[in-house]
């Protein structure tokens, strides 16, 4: 006799179908996280949710809530078949944690693949039993196989003008909108540096590269402060070499500009711990997050990071120090082709989450060999690869480092070795090594205005 428990219905998972709508209600930028993933309507097992997610998709660039989703249902004539207003408002509260959200997505389309695999299996399986022409039945499974493995790639090849289509509604923003040209870039806080890159932009990698000493970390370090602090951006540090309290005592000596050696010390006086405790609350709603652990290998940093994204609704900045501590999936045995494999990666990912990602590098020691003792592109340590990956690859030298006697004391050669939009150039920083801090160095005459 058969029972209910004999039934097998089609992969599937109606819960994490919940959470995808659920979350899109709460927050609308979720969906580009979907569009990655390639998720569709026709991807949701049931099929209120299908007409659901679809309504999603043609409010497009509105505001996306159980208001405007019950009118756009209507307009559809799926209201009534999706459940109504209450099963609406079911949806915009069912999502009570946004632990692991991110996954969610994911969840929905390996069902749906399942269910093409499956039926696509059965297909196969009945033309088998028809016992046609062998020959039909072999270019009738290839071709099966061929549609099912292009809805998954899905079609990225597109004509020219299809691209300066959506270019020229950027472009009118642009012109519309002047203010909102540099609203998704993050900037250095060093002008010169600023007006030689443009800022950082989404979709970029750059390579933060210094020998031991040249204060590759606390230029970092600078950056998201200066980011957080004047342009109020998201920023996550995670740091493969020094732990997060380390990191947090650089970023408030800098702030409340308190010797370094005095908080390592333990030397602080009462007018000290005044000015950490005003760093202290300047810092306190600032948007930075550290990870000091595990994050060695790219798909845990990858599923770090889209979680952090999806989670705190934004992210602008990634700091990573640094790359060479990192491992690689494969090519343990040869560490440029894992080092190849990681900078590959870390530029993928900056195009996946859209957002600039900085990677500190180590650089080899033939720079200490010469007697021109700047940092080269050749001198970038283990691979090739990180020279072609990178969007912008800047290198950090101070003489004083190898020639006391210089007159150069305390300051920086800031080298864009690598600049994939625009020119290359030098400039200084001025160090000031009690806060670990750079600041800019005024020479009129090396002012880079262009």
Known sequence: MVTINDIKLPPHNIEAEKWVLSWVLMDKNTLHIYNWDRLWPEDFYQKEHQKIYEAILQLDDKTIDVVTLWNQLEKNWDLDFVGGLDYLYELSTFLLSTSWCSEYSKIVKDKSLLRQILKTSQNIIWNVYKQENTTNILES???????????????????INEIMWWRTKEYMAIVDNPEKVNSTKVFSGYKKLDNMLTGFKPWELIILAARPSMGKTSFALNIVTNAALQQN???????????????VDRIIA???QIPMKKITKGDLTNEDFSKIWEAMTILWDKKIYIDDKSATNIPLLKSKLRRL????WELDLVIIDYLQLMHGTNFLWNRVQEISEISRWLKELARELEIPIIALSQLSRAVEQRIDKKPHLSDLRESWAIEQDADSVIMLHREDYYDKDTDKKWLTDVCVRKNRNWEVWEIELYFKASIMKFIDFKDNTTDWTE
């Open 141 to 159: 499974i290839e071709k099966n196989i061929f549609d099912l493995t292009q809805s998954q790639t899905g079609n990225t090849i597109k004509h």
């Open 233 to 247: 951006k998201s920023i996550a540090i995670f740091s493969l070499e020094m732990g997060s309290e380390s990191i």
């Open 254 to 256: 800098e702030v409340a």
């Open 309 to 312: 994204k999806v989670e705190k």
